[in-house]
């Protein structure tokens, strides 16, 4: 097959072998080969399998850092599958830091992945250090001097970090809650948890909030309403990238399409978010009541009717107690992402400096 010498286009050969109930997908890509294969059958989602096994041939390096994909139009046309599916599984690798996508390019393999990339951080904070305490020595600092002032400056911005006060504002309260526990866990400030409905509202209570603190706190697909809706008060307003229950649905996709599900949460707005979850991984066709009520009544008739219980974060240990493990109890709860936490929190304790 002819190159475009040097050129970035890419030429994928395909072979299907549709008499296999494991659709597969062969792309001679420059010389090299990948291999997907999906099974309906196996209750897992096809776009967590189509994932998983980009992710696989990455690291079979069938597939190398820099390459370019096909797009999600072609690879859903090859897989015969929808381009909704090949999306979720792009936007999932994008969020691991697997696949990078640039504006008018394309979607590429990125260059270094996430392991990779922190074994070189180590290894440059390693050499950092040893540098440092070679100066260190040769002043004539002690290693345990050395050691004292290395611990005072991480003191310090322990400090500094313990000082903040930040909001996180999310569409519903479950999750909110959730985010602003994690991430005062993980960077070691304090953070309260708001919810859109209340900000677009602001009475004075919020008012009062939102003034005291530093940096206010969302996800990314609500960072510009959140950046408008407090422009007048010159906050900086950080956005994070949140990683999907993938667990969750792979439990919720292994059960019959004809399953009763019941979902419990504390809010209308956590409902509404499930069910385009649901829709984006091609679940859209599933059986599922819900309820936000405290009523241990309307809670019962809702767990009578149903064969699977779905619950919010704030509702699980509630509903556990009801259910007495008669049933399935499936926890829906998304969680930011690591690295997305670690780059916002090295910027603000930057500002310091």
């Excluded at 707005?269 to 649901?278: A, D, P, Q």
């Amino acid at each position: 097959m002819a190159k475009n010498n040097g050129s970035r286009l890419m030429e994928y050969m395909v072979i299907l072998n549709w008499t296999n109930p494991r659709c597969q997908l062969i792309m001679a890509q420059w010389g090299g080969e990948m291999e997907l294969k999906t099974n309906k059958k196996s209750g897992v989602p096809l776009y967590i399998q189509i994932k998983e096994q980009i992710k696989q041939e990455i690291r079979n390096k069938s597939i190398r850092p820099g390459q370019k994909m096909p797009t999600e139009r072609e690879l859903a046309r090859m897989l015969r599958t929808s381009r909704n599916t090949i999306s979720s599984a792009y936007k999932l690798l994008e969020q691991e830091g697997v696949l990078t996508s640039h504006q008018g390019k394309g979607t590429f393999v990125t260059a270094e992945n996430r392991e990779l990339s922190e074994r070189r951080v180590r290894h440059k904070i390693c050499g950092l250090i040893e540098t440092s305490l070679d100066e260190a020595l040769e002043s004539g600092m002690s290693t345990t001097e050395f050691t004292a002032l290395v611990l005072e400056k991480v003191r310090e911005r322990e400090e500094f970090l313990r000082k903040i006060n930040a909001v996180f504002v999310e569409c519903n309260i479950e999750q909110a809650r959730v985010f602003s526990r994690e991430l005062a866990d993980m960077a070691n400030f304090s953070v309260r948890p708001l919810t859109l409905n209340e900000l677009r509202l602001r009475d004075v209570g919020v008012e009062e909030l939102i003034k005291d603190a530093r940096y206010i706190f969302t996800t990314f697909s609500h960072i510009n309403e959140v950046r408008d809706l407090t422009a007048d008060l010159e906050k900086e307003v950080h956005g994070f990238a949140v990683k999907p229950c993938l667990e969750g649905i792979v439990k919720i996709a292994r059960h019959p399409g004809d399953t009763r599900f019941g979902l419990v949460a504390l809010s209308e707005e956590f409902h509404h978010k499930f069910i385009r979850n649901l829709k984006s991984t091609g679940l859209d066709n599933l059986q599922v009541n819900f309820t936000s009520s405290h009523d241990k009544g309307t809670l019962q008739d809702l767990i009578n009717s149903s064969d699977v219980i779905i619950v919010s974060p704030g509702r699980g240990e509630e509903i556990e107690a009801l259910v007495n493990g008669d049933k399935e109890i499936i926890v829906f709860n998304t969680t930011l992402d690591l690295g997305s936490v670690r780059a916002v929190v090295s910027k603000i304790s930057g500002l310091k400096h």
